[in-house]
């Protein structure tokens, strides 16, 4: 069963740029999260979809944005890019439903740099 | 607010040598505890999830056990490759996402 796919793996960018990631969960997991983490805050929730609307969203600005498409697959977009928004961006897919235990399953993340 | 606190922040062991790491929590009515595993340049791995006070869980050298304010994440005779960063984190009523800990990085030399 294939994991969590997240793309691009790594990337650079320069100050003022936007930049757009990808992530396709596991199939059948229709809840996408997603979260940053930065060697001096550990991993910060962003957001999270499920079916295609946003149902959480964590304390970043307006800069960062997402949305999940039809085929539960989804993508972040950071607009601006600004110094301190390089870190490795990890999407995280779950099962909903009866059969949910909460469970996050991660993919690789995307390595972003910003100079 | 949920929070996590988890220590050491790092711990260096010789193989063989057992040890514990421990994570603290608040959490407004907890829904799950989690204990997930992270090599470098890698998403985390999902290894346990832990629901109410008393509850253990085992896998290989691994055993997490939960009380109502910590949870333990107990390394048995641990192998060079045990060595990784292990996360803990915790679900509560306050919505669907995770608060995580910021880690105990382990080595284990051999």
């Known amino acids: 069963k294939a994991g969590v796919t997240q793309t691009p793996r790594y990337l650079i960018k320069t100050r003022g740029q936007q930049v757009t990631l990808s992530c396709s969960p596991i199939s059948g997991h229709r809840s996408v999260s997603w979260y940053q983490q930065t060697p001096g805050q550990g991993l910060q929730f962003l957001f999270e979809?499920?079916?295609?609307?946003?149902?959480n969203k964590g304390n970043f600005p307006g800069r960062f944005s997402g949305r999940q498409f039809s085929n539960s697959r989804s993508e972040m977009n950071v607009s601006t890019l600004e110094l301190g928004d390089s870190a490795l961006y990890l999407c995280a897919s779950s099962l909903e439903g009866y059969r949910n235990t909460g469970e996050l399953f991660f993919g690789e993340g995307s390595r972003l740099t910003v100079l | 607010e949920d929070q996590v606190t988890q220590s050491p922040e790092a711990l260096r062991l010789q193989e063989g040598e057992s040890s514990s790491l421990n994570c603290s929590y608040t959490v407004s009515g907890l829904r799950g505890l989690f204990w997930y595993r992270q090599d470098p340049g890698k998403g985390p791995e999902f290894l346990f999830t832990?629901?109410?006070a008393g509850e253990e869980k085992e896998k290989e050298r691994l055993k997490a056990t939960l009380t109502k304010k910590e949870s333990f994440l107990h390394i048995t005779a641990p192998k060079p490759e045990d060595s990784a960063t292990y996360l803990c984190?915790?679900?509560?009523?306050?919505?669907?996402?995770?608060?995580f800990g910021e880690g105990t990085q382990l080595t284990v030399n051999p």
């Open positions: 832990l629901y109410s």
């Open positions: 979809y499920f079916s295609e609307t946003q149902r």
């Open positions: 984190a915790v679900k509560g009523t306050s919505g669907s996402r995770l608060t």
